[in-house]
């Protein structure tokens, strides 16, 4: 009770304090008023010190998860091992659905909303959710931005390379990711080259670079949300910059919340959730041909 009553007192704070579009400069930049350490980047881990990020994350609920799945691990390129959370398909495949946490880790949420990818794509396509913190799994905010800000990208892109071995040579890979997650599908769609199929995003911070976006080898599916983050103008941009590659992207800002299609989340919004599941369940079962 304590943490949600100050969790809304610095949303209301934040809220009041947050400059208004009006306010804004003249470039409309909506990064002008975030104070980090870099420049503005592609890196979700970006926002984490912007005023009144943490309170659009409200600590999950928990709930009672007996998965369809298990762990597995599986060599990295960097001599580490990276593991997820697997279910197989019921006959061999090469079709592999990766999926990427939002930034608390690879949590039971995370685990489930596999397990429904798994048997909405009727258990012909293997899934594995992958574990990018290395087994650091929070519910609290400031330790979920500390996490997200303390990963190298290095170690991430081995864990998606580490993954992609597990899945072999002919594997044929789409991706699926929330917040942090779905950058990294993005991300590891570029990183898949040919095996790539496709990419859900839901309100993830996309690739800037035009000539990275030039090599991805599918369209992409963005599922955003109302917000100063990753914003109207950011999502624009990136509409701009995937034209400007020959590379389509089709997408849709709900009327929601950062975080709105997470049952675990106090703002959960079903109405909106249930769209943006349909599409993207739509989006795979055309990727993977089931």
């Not at 950011?234 to 590379?247: Q, Y």
Request: glycine share 8%.
């Amino acid at each position: 009770m304590i943490k949600s009553i100050l969790s809304l007192i610095l949303f209301l704070i934040s809220w009041f304090f947050w400059p208004k579009a009006a306010d804004l400069p003249e470039n409309n930049d909506p990064f002008s008023g975030i104070t980090v350490c870099h420049s503005y980047n592609d890196d979700m881990a970006q926002f984490v010190n912007a005023p009144g990020f943490a309170a659009f994350h409200p600590s999950p609920v928990a709930f009672d998860f007996e998965g369809k799945g298990a762990m597995t691990t599986f060599p990295t390129p960097d001599g580490q091992n990276g593991s997820g959370y697997v279910i197989n398909a019921t006959a061999p495949t090469d079709q592999w659905l990766f999926v990427y946490q939002e930034w608390w880790g690879l949590n039971d949420h995370i685990k489930h909303q596999a397990d429904v990818f798994y048997e909405d794509l009727g258990g012909k396509v293997n899934v594995i959710a992958l574990d990018m913190y290395d087994g650091k799994v929070t519910s609290n905010p400031q330790e979920a931005g500390q996490f997200m800000q303390g990963v190298k990208e290095a170690r991430l892109e081995n864990i998606v390379a580490g993954a992609r071995q597990l899945a072999g040579a002919k594997a044929k890979i789409a991706n699926v990711g929330w917040c942090f997650g779905g950058s990294w599908s993005l991300k590891s769609a570029l990183l898949n080259g040919q095996q790539n199929l496709g990419s859900v995003i839901y309100y993830g911070m996309p690739v800037r670079d035009v000539e990275k976006l030039k090599t991805l080898n599918s369209d992409v599916l963005g599922l955003f949300a109302t917000e100063q983050y990753i914003s109207e103008a950011v999502i624009k941009e990136f509409a701009t910059n995937m034209e400007t590659a020959g590379k389509k992207l089709t997408y849709k800002i709900f009327p929601a919340v950062h975080g709105f299609s997470n049952p675990s989340n106090p703002k959960y919004d079903e109405a909106a959730s249930k769209e943006a599941y349909g599409m993207a369940i739509a989006y795979l079962k055309e990727k993977f041909k089931v």
